[in-house]
Nanobody, 121 residues
Framework: QEQLVESGGGLVQAGGSLRLSCVVS????????MGWFRQAPGKEREFVAS????????YYSDSVKGRFTISRDNAKNTVYLQMTNLKPEDTAVYYC??????????????WGQGTQVTVSS
């Protein structure tokens, strides 16, 4: 049984930064793409960023491109999401997921429980 545990969320002022972490346990981290999604109250869960296993290719939604950076540390079975220049509209629960590393929710099989990010104006 694969487990994904996110951490690093919190309350930050607009313009600030946060780094989210997601530790994967229960099975090998190798050969898995990793993604970050977010869900704001009353909205659908949306893609934020992802990184593939092969080639380490990264993808970003237009709303976070240039502000967020996804990375992975295979030795630590951990994927990170560095978020800078945060905006109030970034407020959401952020979820880590393991799958292909693509941009669609259906490409991910395993999900974490989420970590809350709140950006005040």
């Amino acid at each position: 049984q694969e487990q994904l545990v996110e951490s690093g969320g919190g309350l930050v002022q607009a313009g600030g930064s946060l780094r989210l972490s997601c530790v994967v346990s229960g099975r090998t981290f190798i050969n898995q793409g990793m993604g970050w999604f977010r869900q704001a109250p009353g909205k659908e869960r949306e893609f934020v960023a992802s990184v593939t296993w092969i080639g380490g290719r990264t993808y970003y939604s237009d709303s976070v491109k240039g502000r967020f950076t996804i990375s992975r540390d295979n030795a630590k079975n951990t994927v990170y999401l560095q978020m800078t220049n945060l905006k109030p509209e970034d407020t959401a629960v952020y979820y880590c997921a393991a799958g292909t590393g693509g941009i669609a929710r259906v490409e991910y099989v395993y999900w974490g429980q989420g970590t809350q990010v709140t950006v005040s104006s």
